[in-house]
T-cell receptor, first 119, second 113 residues
Framework: EPEVTQTPSHQVTQMGQEVILRCVPI?????FYWYRQILGQKVEFLVS????????KSEIFDDQFSVERPDGSNFTLKIRSTKLEDSAMYFC?????????????????FGAGSRLTVL | GENVEQHPSTLSVQEGDSAVIKCTYS??????FPWYKQELGKRPQLIID?????GEKKDQRIAVTLNKTAKHFSLHITETQPEDSAVYFC????????????FGTGTRLTIIP
């Protein structure tokens, strides 16, 4: 079964450092997303990306965040100057209009996550 | 924007009994309601979903009901088993190929053997 893969699985960084989280979405998917989950809390939408541009972003996704699809397979999330409150599990997800679940709706497939710890 | 409330936050159920988790949403434009199961340290995995043109859907021991008028939807798990123990998240979105899902706060379900 196709998977969304994420690296690294865990990254520890000092406050103020830049971090890049990497994702390889499912190969035929066209829509890409980043979500985050602070420990013990709900999953929160950060950003969606389609056709090489951001299609929607949340209020969490401020100027310190950016996304990029540098080649045909990778999708990255960069945090420019990390803060303590950026510590969370970051999930990449992808979907495609042709990848429909039992209800006929688009299905988001999540990666296993990258745990970011900011010290 | 959309706001999803989920109750209860924790639920303990005797093995074999049923579990019910309830969610409400605020945006009448939402038309897609998935439920995700997340085991400790793992990714959220879709277990069942429903669209707003359907009132109820069942898949073996799992069922979801939707009341569009009241803007609430529920997950029902019957004949619970120990492997059902996990955190369950409801979510709401508008399924136009740009899946910004708004998640509920999660329910930690514990099945007591």
């Amino acid at each position: 079964e196709p998977e969304v893969t994420q690296t690294p699985s865990h990254q520890v960084t000092q406050m103020g450092q830049e971090v890049i989280l990497r994702c390889v979405p499912i190969s035929n998917h066209l829509y890409f997303y980043w979500y985050r989950q602070i420990l013990g809390q709900k999953v929160e939408f950060l950003v969606s990306f389609y056709n090489n541009e951001i299609s929607e972003k949340s209020e969490i996704f401020d100027d310190q965040f950016s996304v990029e699809r540098p080649d045909g397979s990778n999708f990255t999330l960069k945090i420019r100057s990390t803060k303590l409150e950026d510590s969370a599990m970051y999930f990449c997800a992808s979907s495609d209009l042709g990848d429909r679940g039992p209800s006929g709706a688009n299905v988001l497939t999540f990666g296993a996550g990258s745990r970011l710890t900011v010290l | 924007g959309e706001n999803v409330e989920q109750h209860p936050s924790t639920l303990s159920v005797q093995e074999g009994d049923s579990a019910v988790i309830k969610c409400t949403y605020s945006d009448s434009a939402s038309n897609y309601f998935p439920w995700y199961k997340q085991e400790l340290g793992k990714r959220p995995q879709l277990i069942i979903d429903i669209r707003s043109n359907v009132g109820e859907k069942k898949d073996q021991r799992i069922a979801v009901t939707l009341n569009k008028t009241a803007k609430h939807f529920s997950l029902h798990i019957t004949e619970t088993q120990p492997e059902d123990s996990a955190v369950y998240f409801c979510a709401a979105g508008q399924n136009f190929g740009n899946e910004k899902l708004t998640f509920g706060t999660g329910t930690r379900l514990t099945i007591i053997p």
